[in-house]
C-alpha cells in the first residue's frame, strides 16, 4: 500500500531520492515467512520506513544529497540501518535532503527541492525535509532523520509531524555521513509520540563502533509515552525564544500549548537564557568548521565521483576539479567559512570564541535545569515558507534555525510536535520540548500528554 502511495504522490512531492521497491517488498515477504514459520519477529516487523540518504545502506544508493556520491553504493549498513532490519523494519527507500545536511528547506539537495504535502509550493523543512514529507503525505508511517542544529526538528514543526534529536550519543553515527561529528544525531520521525517512541527503542543503545555513543540503558521513552503525564511536572518557557520576529499565529499556538500544560497540571515558570541568542552565530562557526574538516573525505579518490581524470592531470587537478563540480554553492560555502575559522591567525577570534559561547549555552540550560524538568519554545519563528524566499539569502535561511540550535550545542533531548494551525495561512505550527541529556524519556511523556 505505502509503495502504491509513493507510485501515486512522489511525482509531485518528491520527498524520495531513491525508491527500492523490490527490496521493500523482499523484506516484507521475509517477515511474513517468518510468522508462518512462527519465528519470533522485531519489535516493528513489517512496518514501512522511509531512511533519510545520509545512512549508509549495503548495496542502496547514498548520496546525501550530493553529486559527489552520485553512484556511490555503500558496502556496509550503517548501524541505525543494521538495527531497523534486525527490528524486522521494511526499507522504502531513501529520502531527500540538503545537500550533506547542510540547510533548512531541502532547497540545497543537487536533485531538487522536496515539496511540503501542505502546500506544494512551499518547503517541508530541511534537511531532512524529503523523511518529513513522506509522513505527512503519508508515503511511509515512520522515518529517519538527522538533526546537527535542527534537521529533524524544523521540518517536523512545518509539516505538522514528530521528530526527536535523542541526547547526543544515544543514537550510533556509524555509518552516518558526517557533517559536524560533536553535534549531529539519528533521531525518529513519526506521525504521533507513541511511534516516535517505539522507533527510539529499536534505534537508540550502546555501539562500539562509534567513540562517542552512550553505554548506559535508553531512558524508558515508550512507557513515557504511554504514561503522558505532567501533573507536577516543573515547566519553563524560554523568555528568549517568545516574542519579536515571531510570526503571530505561532505565538498563539504556542501560548495555547502552555496554557493547555497549566490546565493538565504543570507548573509554569518563566525561564530565561541569556547566551542562546548567540547560539546562531557560534553554531554557524563550529558547524562549519567540524564539516570544512569532515569533507575532506571526499577527494574523488575514495567515493563516487571523479571529474577530469583523462590521464593528462595531476591527483590534485583531479580532486579540486572533482570538488568544483561535485559540490553544490552551500557546501563551497561552509568549507570556505571553516577552513578561514580554523585557520592560524583566526581560530581564537573564530572558533575559540564559539567554542566559548557553546559553554555558556551549556550554562543556560544547567541553570534552567535545576529550576524545571523541561523547557519549551516554539520550534520555528514561523511556518513554512514559499520555495525559493529564503535561497538566496543565507542569513535569513539560518535565522530558521533560531529556537533549534541550543540543543545540539549543548547535546541534550529535544522534541518537536504539532500545536495546530497558524490562523493566517492554515499552516501546522511546531511545539518544542527540551529535557536534559539522559531524560529523554519527559519529551514522550510531556508530547504525549498534550498531542
Ligand atoms: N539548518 C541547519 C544547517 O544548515 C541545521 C542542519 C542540520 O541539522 N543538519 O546547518
Excluded at 503519508?138 to 512545518?158: K, N, Y
Excluded at 562500539?208 to 519553563?236: H, N, Q
Excluded at 504539532?418 to 495561512?425: I, T, V
Aim: aromatic share 6%; charged share 20%.
Amino acid at each position: 500500500a505505502h509503495l502504491d502511495r509513493i507510485a501515486a504522490v512522489d511525482e509531485k512531492v518528491h520527498a524520495f531520492l531513491h525508491v527500492d521497491r523490490e527490496g521493500a517488498l523482499a523484506q516484507a515477504r521475509a517477515v511474513d515467512a517468518k510468522r508462518a514459520r512462527g519465528e519470533r519477529l522485531g519489535p516493528l516487523a513489517g512496518v514501512p520506513l522511509a531512511l533519510k540518504d545520509i545512512f549508509t545502506t549495503e548495496g542502496v544508493p547514498t548520496t546525501c544529497g550530493s553529486r559527489i556520491l552520485e553512484g556511490w553504493i555503500p558496502p556496509y549498513d550503517a548501524t541505525v540501518t543494521r538495527r531497523l532490519k534486525a527490528a524486522d523494519v521494511v526499507l522504502l527507500g531513501k529520502t531527500n535532503m540538503d545537500e550533506f545536511a547542510m540547510g533548512s528547506s531541502t532547497e540545497n539537495s543537487a536533485f531538487g527541492p522536496t515539496g511540503n504535502p501542505w502546500d506544494l509550493t512551499r518547503i517541508p523543512g530541511g534537511s531532512g525535509g524529503g523523511s518529513a514529507a513522506a509522513l505527512a503525505a503519508f508515503e511511509a508511517p515512520l522515518a529517519l532523520g538527522t538533526d546537527t542544529g535542527g534537521s529533524i526538528r524544523q521540518p517536523a514543526a512545518v509539516t505538522g509531524t514528530v521528530g526527536v534529536k535523542p541526547t547526543y550519543g544515544a543514537v550510533s553515527r556509524y555509518g552516518m555521513v558526517a557533517f559536524s561529528s560533536s553535534l549531529d544525531q539519528g533521531g525518529p520521525c513519526a506521525r504521533t509520540v507513541l511511534d516516535a517512541a517505539l522507533l527510539h527503542e529499536a534505534i537508540a543503545g550502546h555501539d562500539p563502533l562509534d567513540s562517542t555513543s552512550i553505554d548506559a540503558p535508553v531512558p524508558p521513552v515508550v512507557e513515557a509515552a504511554r504514561t503522558g503525564s505532567v501533573a507536577g511536572l516543573r515547566v519553563g518557557v524560554i523568555k528568549e525564544f517568545d516574542g519579536e520576529g515571531f510570526q503571530a499565529g505561532v505565538r498563539q499556538r504556542f501560548a495555547e500549548s502552555v496554557e493547555l500544560l497549566r490546565e493538565l497540571g504543570a507548573e509554569i515558570v518563566e525561564v530565561s537564557c541569556p547566551s542562546f541568542d548567540k547560539g546562531l552565530a557560534a553554531y554557524y562557526l563550529i558547524a562549519p568548521s567540524e564539516a570544512s574538516s569532515n569533507l575532506a573525505r571526499f577527494d574523488a579518490i575514495r567515493y563516487g565521483l571523479r571529474a577530469g581524470d583523462d590521464g593528462t592531470r595531476s591527483a590534485e587537478e583531479v580532486t579540486s576539479l572533482t570538488r568544483q563540480a561535485g559540490f553544490g554553492p552551500e557546501v563551497k560555502r561552509r568549507i570556505m567559512l571553516g577552513t578561514y575559522a580554523l585557520s592560524a591567525g583566526y581560530y581564537d577570534a573564530y572558533y575559540g570564541s564559539a567554542q566559548k559561547v557553546r559553554t555558556l549555552i551549556v550554562r543556560d540550560f544547567a541553570a534552567a535545569f535545576e529550576r524545571v524538568d523541561v523547557l519549551v519554545s516554539p520550534t520555528t519563528p514561523s511556518t513554512a515558507f514559499p520555495i525559493g524566499e529564503r535561497v538566496d539569502d543565507p542569513v535569513a535561511m539560518y535565522l530558521t534555525d533560531l529556537c533549534t540550535i541550543p540543543s545540539p550545542l549543548a547535546g541534550n533531548a529535544a522534541m518537536s510536535l504539532p500545536c495546530g494551525l497558524a490562523p493566517e495561512d492554515g499552516l501546522p505550527v511546531g511545539l518544542q520540548i527540551i529535557a536534559p541529556a539522559m531524560a529523554d524519556d519527559r519529551l514522550y511523556r510531556v508530547g504525549a500528554a498534550v498531542e
